[in-house]
């Protein structure tokens, strides 16, 4: 389909272990964000991706956590050296910016179990 | 600091009835709004927005109201259908904001409807 897919839908892991989780945008959007949804509660911003600006990385919870978006398209999230409270639904959205509205489409998520 | 919030975690509603989903926001910048709905096992969708030149947006049986002043927003869905159970977020951005804040949706906690047929 058109939308936005992420990869894999589930994963388990070991405490300790690196995890990569993919994000693959709708053609032709700009703009590309990463947030997770801990059990209970609301969507956390994590990082922004912008064209070739910069990400804003102010959402990301430690140095264990980094991403990157090759060829403005593809992102990866990285997490080392996972920890239990890591275990979140992890999603990805894309948005056309600059355009007509603030829509930001997202993926059906990732969901993390840190063993 | 929680610059959206939606209070109440959960509610409840007869079908057919009117369903009332509430946001306050704290940042006065914040000067567009946007609701998604939220199944189990899916991403979220954008369901309605309102810019804050407006106090009211409509969309089928979707409106949004906007009280600047009090910086609360609403969502009414009228009638209530059992396919409405979701979780519903608001979530509100600065469209004026640059650099690297541009477009940068701050999403308050979700609030989960239930519709009992």
């Known amino acids: 389909g058109a939308g936005v897919s992420q990869s894999p839908s589930n994963k388990v892991t070991e405490k300790g272990k690196d995890v990569e989780l993919r994000c693959d945008p709708i053609s032709g959007h700009t703009a590309l964000y990463w947030y997770r949804q801990s059990l209970g509660q609301g969507l956390e911003f994590l990082i922004y991706f912008q064209g070739n600006s910069a990400p804003d990385k102010s959402g990301l919870p430690s140095d264990r956590f980094s991403a990157e978006r090759t060829g403005g398209s593809v992102s990866t999230l990285t997490i080392q050296r996972t920890q239990q409270e890591d275990s979140a639904v992890y999603l990805c959205?894309?948005?056309?910016?600059?355009?007509?509205?603030?829509?930001?489409?997202f993926g059906p998520g990732t969901r993390l179990t840190v063993t | 600091d929680q610059q959206v919030k939606q209070n109440s975690p959960s509610l409840s509603v007869q079908e057919g009835r009117i369903s009332i989903l509430n946001c306050d926001y704290t940042?006065?910048?914040?000067?567009?709004f946007l609701w998604y709905k939220k199944y189990p096992a899916e991403g979220p969708t954008f369901l309605i927005s309102i810019s804050s030149i407006k106090d009211k947006n409509e969309d089928g049986r979707f409106t949004v109201f906007l009280n600047k002043s009090a910086k609360h927003l609403s969502l009414h869905i009228v009638p209530s259908q059992p396919g409405d159970s979701a979780v519903y977020f608001c979530?509100?951005?600065?469209?004026?904001?640059?650099?690297?804040?541009?477009?940068?949706?701050?999403f308050g906690q979700g609030t989960i409807l239930t519709v009992h047929p």
């Open positions: 940042n006065s910048m914040f000067d567009y």
């Open positions: 979530a509100a951005l600065q469209s004026n904001a640059g650099g690297t804040s541009y477009g940068k949706l701050t």
């Open positions: 959205a894309s948005s056309l910016i600059p355009g007509s509205s603030y829509e930001q489409y």
